[in-house]
T-cell receptor, first 115, second 113 residues
């Protein structure tokens, strides 16, 4: 079964700083998707960025980028020039393609951006 | 597209009552997922459907929980009888079969008193 681990329950940085959130996962599948979701106090689950395992190039979306290390089963999220609106819970998730095609979440990291 | 629509947004009920949560997935998405979120257990997958057929219900806590998907545009999650420990936020999500993108509804906050 797939598992996702986020080892940082909470993080706090100053506005405009860069912050990196860690995520590791375990799977025997060769092709899959990885996701980062943001959940602000409104509780809406918002997709931040996604990575396809067969693509070697790391995904980027404006200030958000990932460091995907397939062999190490590591998928970290980097937020550059952090903004107050980035304050939220961040969840790393694994999505299978073959077999059990379900989205498995990590425990989440509570990120606070301080003014 | 209106996205994944869940109702109600909030539900307060008394212990022992039946509760029904509803979800309308995005048109064209062929997989639907029900998740429960609590502080203690995080986001747990309860059940998911593929083409309206339940594929994996191993996350359903007990027989008090049941889920149905009578057609491609509607699903329900029912709790009967409800208990205070069922208090949580319940999310529904659907998946695009072409790009494996998951879209979540706004969730239903259930409080059982």
């Amino acid at each position: 079964a797939q598992t996702v681990t986020q080892s940082q329950p909470e993080m706090s940085v100053q506005e405009a700083e860069t912050v990196t959130l860690s995520c590791t996962y375990d799977t025997s599948e060769n092709n899959y998707y990885l996701f980062w979701y943001k959940q602000p106090p409104s509780r809406q689950m918002i997709l931040v960025i996604r990575q396809e395992a067969y693509k070697q190039q790391n995904a980027t979306e404006n200030r958000f980028s990932v460091n995907f290390q397939k062999a190490a089963k590591s998928f970290s999220l980097k937020i550059s020039d952090s903004q107050l609106g980035d304050t939220a819970m961040y969840f790393c998730a694994f999505g299978g393609i073959q077999g059990a095609q379900k989205l498995v979440f990590g425990q989440g990291t509570r990120l606070t951006i301080n003014p | 597209d209106a996205g994944v629509i869940q109702s109600p947004r909030h539900e307060v009920t008394e212990m022992g009552q039946e509760v029904t949560l509803r979800c309308k997935p995005i048109s064209g998405h062929n997989s639907l997922f029900w998740y429960r979120q609590t502080m203690m257990r995080g986001l747990e997958l309860l059940i998911y459907f593929n083409n309206n057929v339940p594929i994996d219900d191993s996350g359903m806590p007990e027989d008090r929980f049941s889920a149905k998907m009578p057609n491609a545009s509607f699903s329900t999650l029912k709790i009967q009888p409800s208990e205070p420990r069922d208090s949580a936020v319940y999310f529904c999500a659907s998946r695009d079969p072409f790009n494996y993108g998951y879209t979540f509804g706004s969730g239903t906050r259930l409080t059982v008193v």
